[in-house]
């Protein structure tokens, strides 16, 4: 797993919810995968080793939005 410097993050620029480290974001890996940072969900148990977030759709939006999507 990269460290938290290393990703590239695509939400949470400070006009959303809230501005500080701890609100919903996304992230972009050195590898292009995704890191996503959220309130824990227990709609289900997740394999061992997975866990669920669950994130606002205003922060998949503004991450699309960074990514050109």
Same mark, same amino acid.
Request: with cysteine.
């Given at each position: 797993? +990269?460290?938290? !410097? @290393?990703?590239?993050?695509?939400?949470?620029?400070? @006009?959303? =919810?809230?501005? =500080?480290?701890?609100?919903?974001?996304?992230?972009?890996?050195?590898?292009? +995968? &995704?890191?996503?940072?959220?309130?824990?969900?227990?709609?289900?148990?997740? *394999?061992?080793? @997975?866990?669920?977030?669950?994130? *606002? =759709? +205003?922060?998949?939006?503004?991450? &699309?939005? !960074?990514?050109?999507?």
């Amino acid at each position: 797993m +990269s460290e938290r !410097a @290393e990703l590239i993050r695509l939400t949470g620029n400070g @006009e959303g =919810e809230c501005g =500080e480290k701890d609100c919903p974001n996304v992230y972009r890996t050195a590898t292009g +995968s &995704f890191v996503v940072q959220g309130d824990v969900c227990d709609v289900f148990t997740p *394999p061992t080793g @997975e866990g669920l977030v669950e994130i *606002p =759709e +205003s922060v998949l939006r503004e991450a &699309f939005r !960074a990514l050109g999507w």
